[in-house]
């Protein structure tokens, strides 16, 4: 009957009943998060394994054993609880706030810097109270010696510990964050990494490491502030004798056509001087410059020799008789039906061109001024769906041909473009007129070529399935 009437008793009661309910309780809390891919398993884990059996095992030896809590074999329970309960707190507060953050979020562009600091202050907290209030150290010699361990310690270490305070304040201004372009005068790249000591940079060679006192020293370019306005200016030079509006209309188009114009850029050419013309347009990251410019270089010069422009003082001598008159010979012929008369009356009127990888042939909306020959490559039509998706027509090979609109002076509906380089002969619109005219048969069989396009042009753009 004493028992009924003792503390310990009802401890003993409530840890025999309350330890296996809380197990299954966690345990199934735990299933049921794993199962949801979801963040704090982990913890709950932990406080299942871990935090609850000692919690058990410390009121069972306190409350129900009554074992004096001064004892060391409790106070070495307590530590080992105190120092679980900092790991569940810390690795909770990083699940719960920082692990799957939107990527805009201010939790997202914290620097792990930071992190780091507050991590360290939540640790020296602990060992604070665990120290203070289970062994009863006295905090305040403590936090004596170590202000003086402290002193002589940055004394020994001040270049590095410069570096962390230098890397501190230039953080707490945050010019630059986490997937930021930086231009450093020595480097250019993106931030990928900031710790205590230096600043990650990739610059798509290897990764350049930058102390942070260098950068907290040093006048450096922010390549992604304000956002949008980022541009990459690429220098031409044509001949002196090339027209300048030419030129510079030729360059603009060329530029309205790179797959990495941001959406809201009007490329801009203008002359510098000396032959040299100079190209500017907005990208949407500095990530985009070494794919544009390449792209760019590589257009224009098919593009110059199209136009019969002199890029880099060069002229382009690919278009010879010999060769446009096999290509009429060989494509156009059998395509429009000519005899040799007919042949050679276009031999003048005639022009072998070239179109690079990827280069628009014909834009929809345009009006051609002639017909489009193709002597090798592939062209792929495509045209615009209503909800602003690309949607392939069809693929046209060497005997095809292009801007059949030309002999109706209507607007193209679907757009070309070179799936590899492309060669074609290209001829005016009256020469091609006075051919077809004389015959009616290949003028209905251009009739329903036309016909079949627009159709499939008109199946994309409702989202039906082209066959």
Known sequence: MNAFHSSWFFWAIGIAIGFPVGLIFLTELHHTLVRRNSRVARQVGLLRNYLLPLVALLLLLVKASQIPAGEVPVRLLTTVFGFLVLVLMLSGLNATVFEGAPEESWRARMPAIFLDVARFALIGVGLVVILSYIWGVRVGGLFTALG???????????????????????????????????????????????????????????????????????????????????????????????????????????????PQLRSDSVPRSVPAGGGEYRTSFGLSSPADDGAAK???????????????????????????????????????????????????????????????????????????????FLVAGRVQLTAMADDGSIVPISTLVEGSFLGLTALTRQPNMASAYALEEVTALEIDREHIEHLVMREPLLLQNFG????????????????????
């Open 148 to 258: 003086v361990t402290s002193v002589v310690i940055g004394l020994m270490l001040q270049n590095s510990v410069g570096q962390i305070v230098s890397g501190l304040f230039m953080l707490f201004e945050q010019p630059f964050r986490i997937n930021e372009w930086l231009d450093t005068g020595t480097v250019r790249g993106r931030v990928v990494e900031v710790n205590w000591r230096a600043v990650h940079i990739d610059t798509g060679s290897g990764m350049r490491v930058t102390p942070n006192s260098v950068l907290a020293t040093t006048a450096f370019t922010n390549l992604s502030r304000p956002p949008g306005t980022h541009k990459l200016a690429i220098t031409t030079t044509f001949a002196a004798a090339d027209a300048p509006d030419r030129v510079c209309a030729t360059l603009s188009r060329v530029a309205l056509g790179l």
């Open 294 to 372: 390449s792209t760019f270089l590589r257009w224009i010069w098919y593009a110059a020799r199209r136009e019969g422009l002199h890029l880099d003082n060069c002229d382009d001598d690919y278009s010879t008789p010999e060769r446009v008159e096999k290509a009429l010979r060989t494509v156009v012929a059998p395509a429009l039906r000519l005899n040799a008369d007919e042949q050679r009356s276009l031999h003048s009127c005639a022009q072998l061109v070239r179109y690079g990888a990827d280069e628009t042939v014909e834009y929809a909306g345009q009006v051609p001024r002639g017909m489009t």
């Open 448 to 467: 329903h070529i036309l016909e079949e396009r627009q159709s499939k042009v008109r199946q994309a753009r409702r989202g039906e399935r082209v066959g």
